[in-house]
């Protein structure tokens, strides 16, 4: 299957700093991008739809000028946690579609460990 | 709204005996259905799904699915259980006249295989 990378994979912080992540799809253009947030032994959360050159969609309570998102080009979309508390600490997943058809599958990247101190 | 029910928070099976990770949905018109495995601290891994056809799926890893539209279910099946296939699962949907919306996931079924 096509391949999602996510970076980094662990990040530690201050409180009140500002993290950025990066997802890359590697092998194939995304024209939309997705942002997940998963608590402990919990579902995803859908954050926010992002498609290139566009401004993110975001999900009812999630505040987009603390999730900043950035869909520059079709393999690239950054999430920046501004101003970063402790609980923000979470792992944050992407997910990116090569198609807009409903068919198309999402393929997810690993996962980044935030952890605000 | 489209929603998915993972009724097991946990399936325990002992290895090389068949399982099976139960999902029901709800979603307006046709179904397009996912399964992915999550292993711990990872990201998701798309096992299978199922846009149109054959009622059974076969994915990744032995695993596979069936349809069945009268009980809105999408079962994630497996004939003989490792102990590698101890992970979470979710079973996930989205509408066939949803376009461009991102999945809708379960609460995910963790599986724990015995040796």
């Known amino acids: 299957g096509a391949v999602v990378s996510q970076h980094p994979s662990r990040v530690i912080c201050k409180s009140g700093t500002s993290v950025k992540i990066e997802c890359r799809s590697l092998?194939?253009?995304?024209?939309?991008m997705f942002w997940y947030r998963q608590f402990p032994k919990q579902s995803l959360m859908l954050m926010a739809t992002?498609?290139?050159?566009?401004?993110?969609?975001?999900e009812q309570g999630v505040e987009k000028d603390k999730f900043l998102i950035n869909h520059a080009s079709l393999t690239l979309s950054t999430l920046t946690v501004t101003s970063a508390h402790p609980e923000d600490s979470s792992f944050y997943i992407c997910?990116?579609?090569?198609?807009?058809?409903?068919?198309?599958?999402?393929?997810f990247g690993p996962g980044t460990r935030l952890t605000v101190l | 709204a489209q929603s998915v029910a993972q009724p097991e928070d946990q399936v325990n099976v002992a290895e090389g005996n068949p399982l099976t990770v139960k999902c029901t949905y709800s979603?307006?018109?046709?179904?397009?259905l996912f399964w992915y495995v999550q292993y711990p601290n990872r990201g998701l891994q798309f096992l299978l799904k199922?846009?149109?056809?054959?009622?059974l799926v076969k994915g990744s890893y032995g695993f596979e699915a069936e349809f069945n539209k009268s009980q809105t279910s999408f079962h994630l099946k497996k004939p003989s259980a490792l102990v590698s296939d101890s992970a979470l699962y979710f079973c996930?949907?989205?509408?066939?006249?949803?376009?461009?919306?991102?999945?809708?996931f379960g609460k995910g079924t963790r599986l724990s295989v015995i040796a």
């Open positions: 997910s990116a579609r090569e198609g807009a058809g409903g068919r198309d599958t999402q393929y």
């Open positions: 092998d194939f253009q995304a024209t939309t």
């Open positions: 992002s498609n290139e050159g566009s401004k993110a969609t975001y």
């Open positions: 979603v307006s018109g046709n179904p397009y």
């Open positions: 199922y846009i149109t056809g054959d009622n």
């Open positions: 996930a949907v989205r509408p066939s006249t949803s376009g461009n919306t991102p999945l809708v």
